[in-house]
């Protein structure tokens, strides 16, 4: 099979049986919509609060819901030791680790576009907030954590304490998409200062993480 074939294969794969059993989309939706209703009871939702801490309290629930997302795509994986029959066919593992990413990425987006509107009427968001933008920023942002999460998932995909291991893996190295991502959501929210330099940064992340998860792919699915 070719790369762009076994990956779209194992995305087709990986929603499939996402639909079928709704684990980690109802895990996701549960998390991220605790951290937005508890910041809700817990600050005055005023317009100015918003602007201030909007892009940091946004993006807490967003990490929440891609943390599920991320222990999830090669936890599947682990009752069937469907890994060792990856290792043993002779398909691109580079693909294989798209295709996870690329269903990774799109389970964070659609909790994404159901949160974005609940923020913005539980914090009721500036009517002059740049939604385009922020939903940029958010497409953006949520590249950055699925590819390098898909990476370190494979990683830690054999450690005893696996879910503990990826957010201490994951969180040290995005420090600078996480950052990127609160600023750009900001400026978004206020209207004040420049975004371009924030998406530049996120942008750069992606690609040089991108490439070296494709890279490094045969290395991290071979170890055990």
């Known amino acids: 099979m070719s790369f762009v074939s076994l990956t779209l294969e194992t995305v087709k794969r990986d929603l499939r049986l996402e639909l079928r059993t709704r684990e980690a989309m109802s895990a996701m939706l549960f998390y991220a919509l605790l951290v937005i209703v508890i910041f809700s009871f817990a600050f005055e939702a005023e317009a100015s ?5 909007g892009g940091g309290l946004l993006w807490v629930a967003f990490l929440f819901a891609g943390m599920v997302a991320l222990d999830r ?7 069937d030791n469907c890994l060792a029959g990856v290792r043993m066919s002779p398909a691109s593992r580079s693909a294989f680790l798209a295709g996870k990413f690329a269903s990774s990425f799109l389970m964070m987006a659609v909790t994404e576009a159901i949160l974005l509107p609940l923020f913005a009427v539980l914090f009721n968001a500036p009517p002059t907030a740049h939604w385009g933008g922020i939903v940029g920023t958010a497409v953006l942002g949520t590249w950055a954590l699925a590819t390098n ?6 990683m830690s995909n054999y450690a005893r304490q696996r879910s503990l291991l990826l957010p201490l893996l994951l969180l040290p190295v995005s420090v600078p998409a996480v950052i990127a991502m609160v600023q750009a959501t900001q400026v978004y929210l206020t209207g004040e200062g420049v975004a371009h330099y924030w998406l530049k940064l996120l942008f750069g992340f992606d690609v040089i993480y ?3 998860g494709l890279l490094l792919a045969d290395l991290v699915l071979e170890a055990e």
Do not use: I, K, M, W
């Not at 609060?49 to 801490?53: E, H, P």
């Not at 999460?149 to 494979?154: E, H, L, P, R």
């Open 149 to 154: 999460g898909t990476y370190f998932s494979a």
């Open 49 to 53: 609060l918003t602007t201030r801490v």
């Open 73 to 79: 795509a090669l936890g599947r994986e682990q009752p």
């Open 210 to 212: 991108t490439v070296l």
